[in-house]
């Protein structure tokens, strides 16, 4: 999937949704992730709205949602923050991050594009999909 492509790169994307009741199926975007395997690269950028996550959930662990975001982030930039990830390429990371999983905060599907920047492919989807 990767390569050149008049001066662009194939990127994946996932967004991240939060779920706060599995059984109700509900879920707001709460950030993406952004991979290039061509650069090395993978990103997430998150945004919570907390009011429409206590619109769908008036109980919503809020600070527990927080810390599953940042843990997500933390992941992507690797070294310490990434936990027991600290070791893997930027590539194991990303197909970590989108295993799907059945937890508040869950990745959506995979979408692909070409960009010439992907730090700014990740800004520009949180932008449109997320806030």
């Known amino acids: 999937?990767?390569?050149?492509?008049n001066g662009r790169d194939v990127f994946e994307y996932?967004?991240?949704?939060?779920?706060?009741?599995?059984?109700r199926g509900e879920m707001i975007n709460?950030?993406?992730v952004v991979y290039c395997r061509a650069r090395h690269f993978v990103e997430a950028r998150t945004?919570?709205?907390e009011d429409r996550l206590r619109a769908l959930d008036?109980?919503?662990d809020v600070e527990g949602v927080k810390a599953?975001?940042?843990?997500?982030e933390g992941i992507c930039v690797g070294g310490e923050r990434a936990g027991q990830a600290a070791g893997d390429d930027a590539g194991r990371r990303f197909r970590w991050l989108i295993a799907p999983r059945s937890t508040v905060v869950q990745p959506g599907p995979v979408h692909t594009g070409?960009?010439?920047?992907?730090?700014?492919?990740?800004g520009r989807l949180l932008d449109l999909l997320v806030k």
């Open 14 to 23: 996932a967004l991240l949704k939060v779920v706060p009741r599995v059984e």
């Open 68 to 72: 599953a975001l940042r843990a997500v």
């Open 30 to 32: 709460a950030g993406v």
């Open 114 to 122: 070409l960009t010439v920047d992907p730090s700014i492919e990740a």
């Open 1 to 5: 999937m990767s390569g050149l492509h």
């Open 58 to 60: 008036t109980a919503a």
């Open 47 to 49: 945004y919570l709205d």
